[in-house]
């Protein structure tokens, strides 16, 4: 069964500490994995596609990292305009393009 | 200004009742989906279409309907069939023959 897993659910910084966020997937063959920001009450935002292991993207202090089994969300010197729940989903080879999603992280950056 | 835009922002149904969200897209993109969001869990998948005048099943779509006649609109109608309604409902688009889907700012649905 293919299966998205995303941890910790939840995760709380000082600002300027930096850390990582984990999305493991099991999968019959990958398309792509997304990540997406979702601030409280509104739709997700998009942040990152990642195609293929050992590809990485960088925007400000957000960098996506992709292996064979994982993706990593890192985050360095956070600010509290950070916080949010950050998702994670994957589209499987031969599918219509539809998503399945991790249940997300939920950032908290302290001032 | 393209976006995708979703309406109302919340919706109340009372028991038996079918109620109807909005989806509208100006992004001409082909493809539209409905996900269905609920605490603690990831985005389930409700419908899809890929194509005017055609759309599938997702994963979860027993009591829901939906109509795809023009390319901009992708209404979503939950029926008195569907037993546990509330939840936050998130429309989405993408390009063809491009992975990304961009999300609309969602519908909270709640019971009387």
């Known amino acids: 069964e293919d299966q998205v897993t995303q941890s910790p659910e939840a995760l709380r910084l000082q600002e300027g500490e930096s850390s990582s966020l984990n999305c493991s997937y099991t999968?019959?063959?990958?398309?792509?994995l997304f990540w997406y920001r979702q601030d409280p009450g509104k739709g997700p935002e998009f942040l990152f596609t990642?195609?293929?292991a050992g590809e990485e993207k960088e925007k400000e202090r957000l960098k996506a990292t992709l292996t064979k089994k994982e993706s990593f969300l890192h985050i360095t010197a956070p600010k509290p305009e950070d916080s949010a729940t950050y998702l994670c989903?994957?589209?499987?080879?031969?599918?219509?393009?539809?998503?399945?999603f991790g249940k997300g992280t939920k950032l908290s950056v302290k001032p | 200004d393209g976006g995708i835009t979703q309406s109302p922002k919340y919706l109340f149904r009372k028991e038996g009742q079918n109620v109807t969200l909005s989806c509208e897209q100006n992004?001409?993109?082909?493809?539209m989906y409905w996900y269905r969001q609920d605490p603690g869990q990831g985005l389930r998948l409700i419908y899809y279409?890929?194509?005017?005048?055609?759309?599938q099943k997702g994963d979860i779509a027993e009591g829901y309907s939906v109509s795809r006649e023009k390319k901009e609109s992708f209404p979503l109608t939950v029926t008195s069939a569907q037993k546990n309604p509330t939840a936050f409902y998130l429309c989405?688009?993408?390009?063809?023959?491009?992975?990304?889907?961009?999300f609309g700012p969602g519908t909270r649905l709640l019971v009387l």
């Open positions: 989903a994957v589209q499987i080879r031969g599918s219509q393009g539809n998503l399945i």
């Open positions: 989405a688009s993408s390009m063809p023959h491009q992975e990304t889907q961009y």
């Open positions: 279409s890929q194509i005017v005048n055609d759309f």
């Open positions: 990642l195609y293929s």
């Open positions: 999968v019959s063959g990958l398309r792509g």
């Open positions: 992004l001409n993109h082909d493809a």
